[in-house]
């Protein structure tokens, strides 16, 4: 839990930066990653566009989709 406490002390930019980077590396859309991060696209897409915070359980998911280790 202490990675994602850093993960989420470095700001939202930041995660916002690395999905991103996921998505395009990959060709992948926000509706696609979603649904493999089990979290809800249109949330999602507003996390990305600033518009909204992650929940505790949105980041475990999202960590756990972009292949992040838990400590």
């Given at each position: ?19 991103e980077s996921y ?49």
């Open positions: 839990m202490l990675y994602k406490i850093a993960f989420i002390g470095r700001g939202y930019s930041r995660i916002r930066q690395n999905i998505l395009r590396d990959r060709s992948w859309s926000i509706s696609q990653f979603a649904q493999i991060a089990g979290v809800n696209s249109g949330a999602l897409s507003r996390t990305l566009n600033g518009n909204k915070s992650l929940s505790m359980m949105e980041l475990n998911r999202i960590t756990a989709a972009l292949g992040l280790p838990e400590p």
